[in-house]
């Protein structure tokens, strides 16, 4: 049985969150292990297929109510979404030191704050918006555009944040009707075919070699975010999303030993105002819903 520490509260969520960030930091130094032997793509294919039969044990024992699916259009955005940040991240993870692609991860928070203000209608404050202004500043000194030659694969990073961004919104909008484990399962199998079809024209087969390391990115990535559906479900945002900065800790301890990578001192100063504006964003709006919820009971019980 699991130890009950592990299923809900603070130190649950923490534990979830770290774990998440270990081992979606192992997938990327797979990742950029045969980032320049196989194509991204086909990583990204066999990311998927790993995933699909992974979930398959869920999907026979499952409740037949459970693997219902309602809103089809916002299914497929979803997985354009998701696919295209996939690809966009292996592709940054293949060609930058990993510790550089998580600094620039670290603003996916921001891009989703946008998208919900633009696309959910949710309302937000100045102080939220000062944030943000101050995060992308944070991404500013991360890339150092003029001073650090800008690379394809360093906006790669960038587009990766903001897809992501738009994956978490529309993943809110199906989680009013569907459960976490449907949406995951089928966002996995019909990124398939969107994976399958480039791949045959880029074709390479793996080595036996190379077929542990391809397995692992799908076992890992797979692990990564089941951790992180725990984290999130386990405690407040405001407790566990700040340990994703472990994140960096870990690529660079991983970025180190197999391949010699350290990132600079810029890199990190940018990662940190990242995380604080974000971790202040998180804070702020959690404060704020947690005073219009006792207003509104207040005002309920007047």
Known sequence: MEHRLLKTGAMAGIFWMCTATFFNSVMGALVRSLGGEIPVIELVLFRNVIGVLVLVPWLLTSARESRRVSQIPIYGLRICFAFTSMVLLFFALAHLPIADVYAL????????????????????????????????????????PGIVEMSLAAFAALGAALLSAGSNTTLKLLSRTEGSGTVTFYTNLLMLPLAL????????????????????????????????????????????????????????ALGYFLFLELPDFWTWVGAA??????????????????????GSVAGGTA
Do not use: N
């Not at 074709?203 to 077929?211: D, E, G, K, N």
């Not at 999303?241 to 800790?249: A, E, I, K, N, W």
């Open 273 to 294: 105002v990242i995380f604080f504006a974000t971790y202040y964003i998180i804070w702020h709006e959690g404060r704020a819903r947690k005073s219009a919820a006792m």
């Open 197 to 252: 079809a480039p791949t045959l024209f880029f074709w390479v087969t793996p080595s036996w070699a190379q077929l542990p390391w391809i397995i692992g990115i799908g076992l890992f990535g797979v692990a990564g975010g089941y951790s992180f559906i725990r984290a999130v479900g386990a405690a407040d945002a405001r407790i566990v999303q700040p340990f994703q900065f472990t994140r960096m800790f870990f690529g660079t």
């Open 105 to 144: 991860q670290y603003s996916i928070p921001l891009f989703t704050i946008l998208l919900a203000v633009l696309v959910l209608k949710q309302h937000t404050s100045v102080q939220s918006w000062a944030a943000c202004l101050v995060g992308f500043c944070g991404v500013l000194i991360v890339i150092r």
